[in-house]
């Protein structure tokens, strides 16, 4: 039923909030994949520095601690563009969606 309640129990796994920084001081707010910046679509009283952080390497396969490079294991994605890495398991590449999306980006400008 809808609205029903289900206890669900998980492995939530820490994240480092000043790896996010350091990720997007690197590769900035507009997404890897699409180039989408959600400044420039919703403004920057709501847009501004909006942006989704993706592990490259999913947290849960490592199993282990390890200290992070936000350079080079950390890529902003937009939100569509992240869920769409991890409609795969394992995800997509971002050069994987961005070799699928866009032949249709272009293809809407035409």
């Not at 200290?67 to 563009?81: F, G, K, S, T």
Request: glycine residues 4%; proline residues 8%; contains cysteine.
């Amino acid at each position: 039923m809808e609205g029903a309640v289900q206890q669900v129990t998980v492995n939530r796994y820490e994240r480092d909030p000043s790896a996010r920084r350091r990720c997007i001081e690197f590769h900035g707010t507009s997404c890897k994949a699409c180039g989408l910046n959600m400044a420039y679509v919703y403004g920057p009283d709501l847009g501004r520095d909006y942006i989704h952080v993706h592990h490259v390497i999913p947290l849960h396969t490592i199993k282990d601690r390890y200290v992070i490079d936000p350079e080079q294991d950390l890529v902003p994605l937009c939100p569509n563009c992240h869920s769409m890495v991890h409609q795969r398991n394992p995800p997509l590449s971002v050069d994987e969606l961005r070799s699928k999306i866009m032949p249709r980006y272009i293809a809407l400008f035409r």
